[in-house]
């Protein structure tokens, strides 16, 4: 099974990759998402890359920022 992600290369470069994800396991379900949004916190930050020397974005951002996949 295949599904596409946004892969934020860089500040302020974004790419669509497809990606094979796995089948669910017993347990598990497979949600298929119509519609998503990046949100003004995480996302936008990481997107934009601005963000102060030694902050937390600092620390936790390395590019390419991509989505995991379970």
Same mark, same amino acid.
């Not at 295949?2 to 669509?16: D, S, T």
């Not at 497809?18 to 998402?33: F, K, M, N, Y």
């Not at 996302?43 to 936790?60: A, Y």
């Given at each position: 099974?295949?599904?596409?992600?946004?892969?934020?290369?860089?500040?302020?470069k974004v790419? %669509?990759?497809?990606?094979? %994800?796995?089948e @669910?396991?017993?347990?598990? &379900?497979?949600i298929?998402?119509?519609?998503?949004? &990046?949100?003004t916190?995480?996302?936008l930050?990481?997107?934009?890359?601005e963000? @102060?020397?030694?902050? %937390?974005?600092d620390?936790i951002?390395?590019? @390419?920022?991509? @989505?995991?996949l379970?």
């Amino acid at each position: 099974m295949r599904c596409r992600r946004l892969v934020f290369e860089e500040p302020k470069k974004v790419a %669509v990759e497809e990606v094979d %994800v796995a089948e @669910p396991s017993e347990g598990q &379900i497979l949600i298929r998402t119509l519609v998503t949004l &990046i949100s003004t916190d995480k996302e936008l930050t990481m997107f934009n890359g601005e963000f @102060p020397k030694g902050s %937390v974005w600092d620390r936790i951002t390395r590019y @390419p920022v991509t @989505p995991r996949l379970l």
